[in-house]
Every structure is written in C-alpha cells, then in structure tokens.
C-alpha cells in the first residue's frame, strides 16, 4: 500500500516507522498476528513522507488500523494516510 | 464526501492550520464548534466548515431550551452520552443529529431502548477516535470494549454510526482512508466503517441543511408558514 506520513516536527526514517507501526500491531492484535503479517516497509522517503508498506492479504485491515493510530513517533507527532492498496508493486505504480 | 463532523478547533485563529490539513489529507470539510458567520462557510480552497454545538447540560429542560433555540444556527446539533433520561430525550428528538459518545467508559455504553428510538429518528451514534489516539494498553482497551459494544448496540438496532476524529490538533485529524479502517477495530465490517465515514456524515449535513431551512415538525409535516 501507498502512504503519506504526515508530520509536525523532525523527519523519521525507515527503521524507526517500521519499528512504531510492529509496535502498534503487536500491542492491538498481539504476537501471532504479527507473527503471520509478513509487514515490511519497501520504500520510504523520509523527506516528503511517501513510502510502500507491505504486507499479506489477510493482514491489510489490520495493518492500517494500528498505523492510523499512530500518533507520534520519537517526540514527533505523526497522521499516517493510507493513500491506495494494490496487489502488486506495478498495480501501485500505475 | 467524506467531512469531518468534529474537529475541535480551539479558536479562530488556528482555523487556517485545519483547513491546511484537511486539504492535505482528502477532507472536503469539517465541524467545528465556533462562532462562524453562517452554519455553512466554504473557503477559498474549497473546504467546508460547518458550525456544531454540543448541547450541555444536566437538565432536560435547559436541553430542551438551549435545542430550540441553536437548532436554526448549527448544521450539526450534539448531544454528549452521559445520563439515560437525556439520551433517551435527545434519541427521540429530531432537532438533535448526533449522540457523541465523548467519554468512553463503560457507564456511558449506549443502551438498546436509546439505540432503537435512535433508529426511528435518523439519529446517528457519533466515535471520536481522538481518546485512542493519546492512549495506549489496558486504558486504550477499556475504551475499544466501551466502542466495539456501544457500535455492535448500535447496529444491531440499526442505528446510523459516524466516525469523526475530535482532533485538538490539525496532526490529530486522520485521512478518511485511515479512519475507515479504524473503523473495523470496532467490529464493523468494511462497508459499514466505510459508510461510516463517508456516506453517513454527508447524509446527516443534507439531513440537517433541511432542518436548518425548514421547521419541520416530523416526518413529512412542516410549518410553511405561521398565521398571523
């Protein structure tokens, strides 16, 4: 899925999102829904906040759920907009 | 369309910094509960800002009072969850829009008698997801059990459900797309989150607009004109 992280404060790279969005997850559906998510950022701009996000099939609800109620990351507030979802890398593209 | 039917903007003067995140993140408008000119506004950008009021008040007849009195003045027209007797007032009463479910805790779960006379009038449960925001472990469970049984009364009642964000802070408002599936935290499916955020707000400003223009009495009967 597309997304656009929007920020009041310094940027935030990759590992540090990645690591406040498993967080998330963990804490609102717990271990073995982490466990089978298969969640991984692809590509992320820290600058302008647009990046790739991951995941399998059955874990997409899930996914954006607990990334949209993020709400701040390392002392920078953060609004997480999942912008479009796709099957593939290409379908994304487009 | 989807609009934000609760963004609590401190003062006019912050107004600017919602409008400039509402363009950023897919709104095409928001409530806000101030003194604006007209219950309607569209700025140069195109976002509409609507005019809400939270009735407040232990008293049903302060209620019934303050209502007829900013019905004509808001589009959007809130009534906190906290005592039965006042929601059990507020779910029957047309001139109300929303029942706000502001302080989740469990005493304020949404019962099935207020839930059905809700239903009949058009009456929408109102989720501001900003509590979820700022909490996190056993707090933030508490408040999803008081969400996901207050949403499944709702339903089963067939009673309308908004998903507003109750944003302090324009970072606080989230994107109709995320909201959506914040939604589904509360036991909705995908259609009905989906609904909730950007069919039933719509509806519930179209609905309102009417009743702001017309003084309707109920269902199909309105005074058109008074008699001398």
């Known amino acids: 899925m597309l997304f656009h992280l929007h920020r009041t404060g310094p940027s935030i790279d990759a590992r540090h999102l990645s690591n406040a969005i498993w967080k998330s997850f963990l804490s609102l559906f717990g271990e073995t829904s982490v466990a089978d998510s298969r ?3 692809n590509d992320y701009d820290e600058e302008n906040g647009l990046g790739v996000l991951q995941c399998n099939a059955e874990s997409v609800d899930k996914v954006l759920a607990s990334a949209a109620l993020l709400s701040s990351i390392d002392g920078t507030q953060v609004s997480f907009w999942p912008e479009r979802t796709s099957g593939t890398l290409k379908g994304l593209k487009r | 369309m989807p609009v934000d ?6 003062s006019l003067e912050k107004l600017d910094t919602f409008v400039d995140m509402a363009c950023k993140i ?3 408008g928001f409530a806000v509960s101030l003194p604006l000119g007209s219950p309607i506004t569209r700025t140069d950008n195109g976002v509409v800002i609507l005019t809400r009021i939270d009735l407040e008040g232990n008293n049903l007849d302060v209620l019934r009072k303050q209502i007829g009195r900013v019905r004509r003045q808001s589009t959007i027209v809130s009534v906190p969850m906290r005592d039965t007797e006042i929601a059990n007032w507020a779910a029957a009463d047309r001139r109300v829009d929303l029942l706000t479910l502001s302080e989740p805790t469990k005493d304020h779960v949404i019962k099935e008698s207020t839930a059905s006379l809700a239903a009949e009038t058009g009456i929408a ?9 700022t909490s996190s472990g056993l707090d933030r469970s508490k408040m999803l059990r008081v969400y996901r049984e207050s949403v499944t009364t709702a339903t089963h009642a067939r009673m309308r459900v908004v998903l507003s964000s109750g944003a302090i802070e324009p970072i606080l408002m989230r994107a109709p797309s995320a ?3 914040v939604g589904t935290l509360f036991g909705m499916d995908r259609r009905h989150s989906r609904e909730a955020v950007y069919s039933v707000p719509d509806q519930i400003v179209a609905a309102s607009e009417h009743k702001m223009r017309t003084e309707s009495v109920s269902p199909g009967v309105e005074i058109v004109r008074e008699g001398e």
């Open chain 2, 5 to 10: 039917l609760n963004a609590r903007v401190p």
């Open chain 2, 179 to 181: 909201m959506w599936f």
């Open chain 2, 26 to 28: 897919g709104l095409t």
């Open chain 1, 39 to 41: 969640l991984f950022i």
């Open chain 2, 125 to 133: 449960l109102e989720i501001p997801i900003a509590p979820l925001l």
